[in-house]
Structure formats: structure tokens, C-alpha cells
């Protein structure tokens, strides 16, 4: 009887270890669903800007880089279709739960120097339908690392988007007459995120209005000056931006709950002209959005 029942124990036992250990390994995955983004761009000649991303990369806790087996390269883009809120489903991937704060995007671009290069999958294209490959240093070989922290909860998903921002990303080479990608990448949950937007009221003919959203007291005086190195933009610490449309609106998406400030701009035919004002401490909510209209007359 003794050894019926101690039979009886052991099986319950090895049981129970199998069921732990089964749902044990089955909650260390998640998913994470990932998409892409672009503010818009304040060049007025460019009608288009093409990327091409062959794999995208991932590592958790400082550990190699792995690529998602599960993403269908290359992908095309013209990103500049994806402002104002507007995204692309890059693809959902099954990964280790845990907490990560960067991926890398391996985009099918020509290395900075490369003479006449054919077919670049990274280009830009202008008003007049001529084309310019975008130049990328080491872009293909080591990629371009979009930072922000994110969550792939157990047995769950999670929902990012990643925004590649070209206006800080593509830059002109001068007398040159060539371009540069070097592409600013922030990661975004989109359950965290809400948004501002607004009408623009009072716009002279002829101008563009370009608002800039700064965290909270980070705006200098010295963002609007011309940069001294034609690899960086104007008001380079810009959280994202948008330029006033035909509606005369603005829409700043995917901003992290907190407070900001908006650096209210004009430029003539995308030559930055001055700062008309600030509109400071607005507020932003997770999955809501923030009306803030803006007169210019009374800036």
C-alpha cells in the first residue's frame, strides 16, 4: 500500500514539474509588433525620400545582435507618405519577454563615397522627378540604431513604433551637391503615446509655418542658429516637428507623456526665416490628444 501510494506522489509530482516547466518556457516569449513613422521633411524641393531596410536587428541585455527571422526584406519605403500620425506595419515577431532599449535597422544604402552608385535602395527625389542616392556611412554593414525603452511583456504583446524623423536625417553636402543619411531613430509604445495638434490661424501668404516640440525647458536660443556642420540640422534637439499644411494645421504624433514646448517657426520656399514664439508647458497624455491652436498674432 506504502508503495502504491509513493508511486501515486511521483507521478503527481512529475507532473506538476513538466506542466511548470512547460508553461515556464512558454512565458519567456512575446511578441512585439513594430511599425514606422517620419516627421515631416523642410526641404520644399524634395517630393520624396526613399529607405530600404534589409534586416532588422535586436539584442537584450547587452548580449549579440540576432536579426528577426520573421521580417520580409528588403522593404521599401517613401517616408515622407508617413507623417502626421500615419505609420507602416513593418511586421510582429516572437522574441524573449524583458525589457529592451534599442534595435538596428540595416538599410540597403551606398557607403559614404561611393562613386556612381546604381540602384541605391536609400534615395531621394526631387519636385522635377531627378533622383540623388542618400549616402550612408557603414549603414549597411552596421546598421542604424533607433533607441527608446520598450517591454515584450510574458505571453503578451507590445505594440512600437519607430520614427526615422528625416528632417534630421537627410542632409545636404554644400557645394557638393550630394546627400547624406544619417537617420535619427526613436523608439515609441504606442499605447504610452499621445499627440498634439492644432490650427495655425493668421499665416501670411507665401510662408510656411514649421512647429518644433521640445521636452519641457530644453529649448535654447542657440537651436536656431545656423549650424555650424552641414551634418546637422536646425533645432536638432527638436523631439519631432511638423509644417503647416494646406488645411493650415499641425499634428505632432507619438510623443511620450509629459509636458512640452513649441518653438512655433516660419520659412519662405524651406529657407528658415525666424522664430515668430513659444508656446511652453503644454501637456500630453497617454492615447489622447493635446488641442493647442496657435494664433500667430498673438505670439
Known sequence: MKKIISIIVLTIFAAFIF???????????GTL???????????SSVNAVYLTINEIHYNKNGQ???????????????????????SALLGSFEMDAGTYTQLRFILDAPDFGTPNPTNPGCYIEFNDGTEQPLFVPSGHETGWKAVGAFKVPSNGEVSVTADFDARKSVMEQGANDFYILKPTIRLMVDNQAGQIAGG???????????VYGYD??????????EPVSDTIARFP???????????????????????????????IDGEFQEVKGIIENVVVESKKTTNQPIDLSSL
Open 64 to 86: 549579440n545582435w540576432m536579426s528577426f527571422e520573421g521580417f520580409e526584406g528588403p522593404q521599401k519605403f517613401n517616408i515622407l507618405e508617413l507623417t502626421r500620425g500615419e
Open 33 to 43: 509588433t513594430l511599425s514606422i513613422t517620419d516627421a515631416p521633411i523642410d526641404m
Open 216 to 225: 519641457d525647458g530644453t529649448y535654447t536660443q542657440e537651436e536656431a542658429e
Open 237 to 267: 534637439n527638436a523631439v519631432t516637428s511638423d509644417i503647416s499644411c494646406e488645411e493650415d494645421n499641425y499634428h505632432l504624433a507619438y510623443l511620450a507623456p509629459g509636458t512640452y514646448d513649441l518653438i512655433v517657426t516660419s520659412a
Open 200 to 210: 495655425i490661424t493668421n499665416i501670411p501668404e507665401g510662408v510656411d509655418i514649421i
Open 19 to 29: 506542466v511548470s516547466c512547460e508553461d515556464e518556457s512558454d512565458d519567456t516569449k
